[in-house]
């Protein structure tokens, strides 16, 4: 409701009728707690999901991107805490890893697929390209919290952060297949049109 500084375990415990030392007990730090229920959101929101397309391909990234987009447009506080969170030069190194985890999760496949193929370039390493694409992802929803970036946009911002880093670091198959996308979003967006029409996502 408040973000991440204005939650407070005081009223917490009076919203739940649960004395302070249980909740301290049974969750350490209030990080801890913050952690836990990003990581439950994310996991609820992606079980609500009927998927269309393979989590390995880039049509089942640009998927649930999509999903992700239409579902946090609807929660800018929530949006706004994990990106505070992630920014953070404080926030506890676990607490970080949870505001991760929900883009991480949906790139890994694809990338590994990537690297499996033999699609991403010499010197590439998987785990640093994920984290990278995951960085900028972050930044592009920084920009959306100030409002920077308008919410019609917000989808295209993040696609383009992706696909532009990737067609650095991708070959062959790979990297044909994400210059058409990319050449897609930068013109008529037709193939975006697809995936979200089969997806059921008018907006």
């Given at each position: 409701?408040?973000?991440?500084?204005?939650?407070?375990?005081?009223?917490?415990?009076?919203?739940?009728?649960?004395?302070?030392?249980?909740?301290?007990?049974?969750?350490?730090?209030?990080?801890?707690?913050?952690?836990?229920?990003?990581?439950h959101h994310f996991q609820l929101f992606t079980k609500q999901q009927a998927y269309h397309f393979d989590k390995a391909?880039?049509?089942?990234?640009?998927?649930?991107?999509?999903?992700?987009?239409?579902?946090?447009?609807?929660?800018?506080?929530?949006?706004?805490?994990?990106?505070?969170?992630?920014?953070s030069n404080t926030s506890d190194e676990d607490l970080k890893l949870a505001t991760r985890a929900n883009i991480t999760?949906?790139?890994?496949?694809?990338?590994?697929?990537?690297?499996?193929?033999?699609?991403?370039?010499?010197?590439?390493?998987?785990?640093?390209?994920?984290?990278?694409?995951?960085?900028?992802?972050?930044?592009?929803?920084?920009?959306?919290?100030?409002?920077?970036?308008?919410?019609?946009?917000?989808?295209?911002?993040?696609?383009?952060?992706?696909?532009?880093?990737?067609?650095?670091?991708?070959?062959?198959?790979?990297?044909?297949?994400?210059?058409?996308?990319?050449?897609?979003?930068?013109?008529?967006?037709?193939?975006?049109?697809?995936?979200?029409?089969?997806?059921?996502?008018?907006?």
């Amino acid at each position: 409701e408040r973000g991440y500084d204005g939650f407070g375990i005081r009223e917490l415990c009076e919203r739940a009728s649960v004395a302070p030392q249980t909740v301290y007990k049974a969750f350490e730090s209030k990080e801890r707690i913050i952690a836990l229920a990003i990581r439950h959101h994310f996991q609820l929101f992606t079980k609500q999901q009927a998927y269309h397309f393979d989590k390995a391909s880039l049509e089942g990234v640009i998927e649930r991107l999509i999903r992700s987009d239409r579902n946090m447009t609807n929660m800018r506080e929530f949006v706004g805490a994990i990106v505070a969170i992630h920014f953070s030069n404080t926030s506890d190194e676990d607490l970080k890893l949870a505001t991760r985890a929900n883009i991480t999760s949906t790139l890994r496949p694809w990338v590994v697929a990537l690297r499996e193929g033999g699609y991403l370039r010499s010197g590439v390493n998987p785990v640093d390209f994920t984290n990278s694409i995951v960085a900028l992802l972050f930044y592009v929803s920084l920009e959306w919290c100030r409002g920077a970036i308008s919410d019609e946009d917000f989808i295209f911002r993040k696609l383009e952060a992706l696909l532009i880093y990737s067609a650095g670091a991708c070959r062959g198959a790979g990297l044909k297949q994400v210059n058409m996308y990319l050449s897609d979003l930068m013109g008529r967006r037709a193939k975006f049109d697809e995936i979200r029409q089969a997806i059921g996502d008018t907006s």
